[in-house]
């Protein structure tokens, strides 16, 4: 709902040019410091002062295609500043294919859907989308903020408080928590931004989130020596940057991202490991159990999700022990295992043939009347499948009203 109409003429969305726009951007930064994460030039659409009382179900799409886009022009930047928790430069990536796979998940969607079912699809869809560390930890705070804002009316107040649910999530799915990382970012987001109308929440989160980004280098020494702000903090600025665009009306067409002032280290076979990433079905006693045998084993632990669905990300020196320990717990299924020494060779657990990404997620959250964890997810699983998740279900009759958005 907007407060004011746009003027004539206009949409109230960002240029053709800006979300067509080929994902490359400037690597070397260079004239862009104006401050970190400042916008350059704004396109300004309708009124001054017009922008959305309420966060409703089509805001939330544009969202997060507008994050998507916007992650992707700025990948390489991200990219560059990725020294935490290893040096394989890809941070920016990851969290562009995460948000891509969330934004894809909605606009999947009918365009009357509730939002319940917009907000519970967009953090189905980052969840097993998810790529890396960040990733991961990022599409645990959306989680949060669908868990609040899927059963509210979207005002300033119930964005704080789904802020906060967000930042509270992302800490509770890291094994062992740094400061000066996104986890920094997401609670500092969260303890600043006053309960006040959409427009002045969303600008403050945003504003925050950039100021708390600068303060990483303080926090984490790896970042000061590298002369780096954290990457995935400066990954979740540009959401949350996104998002203020949205309410407010009031688009960037780039965001500035500093290039490192030091000089990054890139990961070397020495002392090179294993990251080691899987959906598991799994019910919540069996992760739990889990979480503390791959802690074990391995660091940058983050266990995110929930109802029966999981994502495992791990770096360990033996990527079949990760493995092993996710098929005890469960049935894991995507799994992706990449030689952090040599970023983007990926390999499927088993099989000598390389692969590029994952597969693509589905745009529906899990069946409502599937058997259990082992009844969907898996393309050996064969069984009748749900015509709108296209996901395998129990019981042939079931077979059409599996998910909530077909059930008659």
Known sequence: MLRAEGMPGTTGQPDEDIRSAPLTANSSGSGWVLGIFSAITLAHRGREGAHM?????PAVRRWARL????????RAEIDALNVFPVADGDTGTNLHLTMLSAAEAVEALPDDMGAAVVWQTMAYG???GARGNSGVIVSQALRGLAEVLKDREGTGADLCEGLARAAKLARSAVARPVEG????VLEAVAAAVPAGDLAATARGAAAEARAAARRTPGQLDVLARSGVVDAGGAGMAIILEAL???ITDSYA???DVPPPTGRVTPMTESGAGYEVMYLLDADEEAVGKLRAELDSLGDSLVVVGGDGLWNVH?????AGQAIEA????GRPHRIKVTYLAAPGRTHRAGGGRGWSRWPRATASPPCSRSAGPSSYGGSQVRAPRCRRCWRPSARRAARWRCCPTTRA
């Open 53 to 57: 009382e309420v966060l409703d179900p």
């Open 67 to 74: 994050a998507a886009d916007t992650l992707g022009r700025a």
């Open 126 to 128: 980052a969840l097993v």
């Open 181 to 184: 990382t996104v986890l920094t």
């Open 244 to 246: 203020a665009a949205v």
């Open 253 to 255: 067409e780039r965001y």
């Open 314 to 318: 791990v770096h360990v020196d033996e």
């Open 326 to 329: 996710g098929m005890r717990a």
